[in-house]
């Protein structure tokens, strides 16, 4: 019993932080200026500036800020980067950690569950940043 709760509450639990993560991205992206990050370091956080980090010395010198700082680093450049890394990274364990041979009309209602989880982290998200 403890066992098949486990299988179903963790990755909702994982889907959660997943649209927390998806809507930092949002907020980053769209509304910084009005968000809970505006008083953050904006060279990090404001998605407008912050896409320079991966370069030296964006436009003058537009090689790699450091190795992979373009390609498999980029998630360390920014935030915007940062929380696109987590949100996949938890959306994909979410989906490895859930998956098992069920009927179809189950397959539909974990379906609409995880939906829900994720829809609902994205609203945390709302709530916590806006």
Same mark, same amino acid.
């Given at each position: ?42 060279? =990090?956080?404001?998605?407008? %500036?912050?896409? +320079?980090? !991966?370069?030296?010395? #964006? ?31 938890? =959306?994909?364990?979410?989906? %490895?950690?859930? +998956?098992? !041979?069920?009927?179809? #009309? ?25």
């Amino acid at each position: 019993m403890i066992k098949a709760i486990f299988k179903n509450i963790i990755p909702a639990i994982i889907l959660i932080l997943a649209g927390v993560s998806n809507n930092i991205m949002d907020t980053v992206d769209h509304h910084y200026s009005t968000s809970y990050f505006k008083d953050k370091e904006a060279k =990090f956080w404001k998605k407008d %500036i912050s896409w +320079r980090n !991966k370069y030296k010395d #964006w436009p003058e010198d537009k090689r790699p800020a450091y190795p992979g700082a373009t390609t498999y680093l980029a998630w360390t450049t920014d935030t915007w980067h940062l929380f696109k890394t987590i949100f996949l990274s938890l =959306f994909t364990l979410a989906i %490895i950690l859930y +998956r098992r !041979k069920r009927t179809w #009309w189950l397959h539909i209602i974990d379906f609409i569950v995880l939906k829900i989880a994720f829809s609902a982290g994205w609203h945390l998200g709302e709530l916590l940043f806006n």
